[in-house]
């Protein structure tokens, strides 16, 4: 349980990815730097899968936001392409460094690339944590539109269930565009007696290349709203980033107001988008102790 659900208020974290290149990694570092005035509940390291090594990506981020920044950090690990011994290595080097949260899932598998065998699905990586290392939290991905592999929304549930009753205390779902695709999968999650807090993600569009990318290879519903919006400013690129982030803050308020666990902020490494964000909707969200490491 997440401690903005002990206290009763709504915690607001941020997603980053590391960097390909060492201009790349500065600007993230400067990124961190101007989010940690922000007070985020934590922020979440993404890794890439088979590009790079973890320990020298996400473990070496999270170290920055935990011990330089004082943020709370979550680090992602990706169950396809990780050996036990791997994830056992990478667990060491997390708790050296005082970070003991990991958000675990399947992780996209890389076209030509086959998986490893040792971790299937993210419930057996989940599993194997718990063995391993029982004081790890353990967060793990939900998609409020079922996940691309699942027969319908049903068999998706049952999936989650289990990876929650492996050891998942915190979900966090990947990207949506209308929020009662969210509220109709909380509420299946409800019947299926799954308890663990929910943290909606939420991705501003702010660019026309971030909005075509997205249409091609996203699975979500894109509501008319949302494609109107994409249409209309498509060639105006200050408009659209405006109305891409007002679009976000809408969604925000509404999540925020239905009483949502969390936000969870896909920030795509902007640390403006961000700031705009929070100018907008901080007063919303309750001051709450961040989440322990």
Same mark, same amino acid.
């Given at each position: 349980?997440?401690? =903005?659900?002990?206290? /009763? /208020?709504? =915690?607001?974290?941020?997603?980053?990815?590391?960097?390909?290149?060492?201009?790349?990694?500065?600007?993230?570092?400067?990124?961190? $730097?101007?989010?940690?005035?922000?007070?985020?509940?934590?922020? =979440?390291?993404?890794?890439? $899968?088979?590009?790079?090594?973890?320990?020298?990506?996400?473990?070496?981020?999270? @170290?920055?936001?935990?011990?330089?920044?004082?943020? &709370?950090?979550?680090?992602?690990?990706?169950?396809?392409?990780?050996?036990?011994?791997?994830?056992?290595?990478?667990?060491?080097?997390?708790?050296?460094?005082?970070?003991?949260?990991?958000?675990?899932?399947?992780?996209? %598998?890389?076209?030509?690339? &086959?998986?490893?065998?040792?971790?299937?699905?993210? =419930?057996?990586?989940?599993?194997?944590?718990?063995?391993?290392?029982?004081?790890?939290?353990?967060? /793990?991905?939900?998609?409020?539109?079922?996940?691309? @592999?699942?027969? $319908?929304?049903?068999?998706?549930?049952?999936?989650?269930?289990?990876?929650?009753?492996?050891?998942?205390?915190?979900?966090?779902?990947?990207?949506?565009?209308?929020?009662?695709?969210?509220?109709?999968?909380?509420?299946?999650?409800?019947?299926?007696?799954?308890?663990?807090?929910?943290?909606?993600?939420?991705? &501003?569009? %702010?660019?026309?290349?971030?909005?075509?990318?997205?249409?091609?290879?996203?699975?979500?519903?894109?509501?008319?709203?949302?494609?109107?919006?994409?249409?209309?400013?498509?060639?105006?690129?200050?408009?659209?980033? @405006?109305?891409?982030?007002?679009?976000?803050?809408?969604?925000?308020?509404?999540?925020?107001?239905?009483?949502?666990?969390?936000?969870?902020?896909?920030?795509?490494?902007?640390?403006?988008?961000?700031?705009?964000?929070?100018?907008?909707?901080?007063?919303?969200?309750?001051?709450?102790?961040?989440?322990?490491?």
């Amino acid at each position: 349980m997440t401690d =903005s659900q002990r206290g /009763g /208020g709504t =915690s607001l974290s941020f997603e980053v990815f590391p960097a390909n290149t060492q201009v790349g990694t500065k600007k993230l570092i400067q990124t961190l $730097n101007e989010l940690q005035d922000l007070q985020p509940h934590f922020i =979440s390291v993404t890794c890439s $899968n088979n590009k790079a090594n973890i320990e020298e990506t996400t473990v070496k981020i999270a @170290d920055y936001v935990t011990n330089t920044l004082r943020i &709370p950090t979550i680090a992602h690990l990706p169950a396809a392409y990780l050996s036990k011994q791997q994830v056992s290595t990478i667990l060491g080097q997390l708790e050296k460094l005082g970070i003991r949260h990991v958000l675990a899932l399947r992780g996209d %598998i890389v076209e030509g690339i &086959p998986p490893k065998r040792d971790f299937s699905y993210a =419930s057996d990586l989940v599993t194997f944590i718990q063995e391993q290392a029982p004081y790890f939290d353990i967060s /793990g991905a939900c998609y409020p539109e079922i996940h691309p @592999d699942s027969d $319908n929304r049903i068999s998706d549930i049952k999936h989650l269930r289990k990876k929650v009753e492996a050891g998942c205390s915190q979900l966090i779902t990947q990207l949506f565009f209308d929020n009662e695709q969210f509220y109709q999968f909380k509420e299946g999650c409800s019947l299926a007696e799954i308890d663990a807090p929910i943290l909606a993600g939420i991705m &501003p569009i %702010i660019n026309r290349k971030q909005a075509l990318r997205l249409i091609k290879v996203s699975s979500s519903q894109l509501p008319k709203k949302f494609l109107a919006i994409l249409e209309k400013y498509e060639h105006n690129p200050v408009a659209l980033r @405006d109305a891409g982030l007002a679009y976000a803050i809408d969604q925000i308020v509404d999540l925020v107001t239905q009483g949502v666990a969390g936000i969870h902020l896909y920030t795509m490494n902007q640390s403006d988008t961000a700031r705009q964000i929070h100018q907008a909707t901080k007063s919303l969200f309750q001051t709450t102790e961040r989440l322990g490491v």
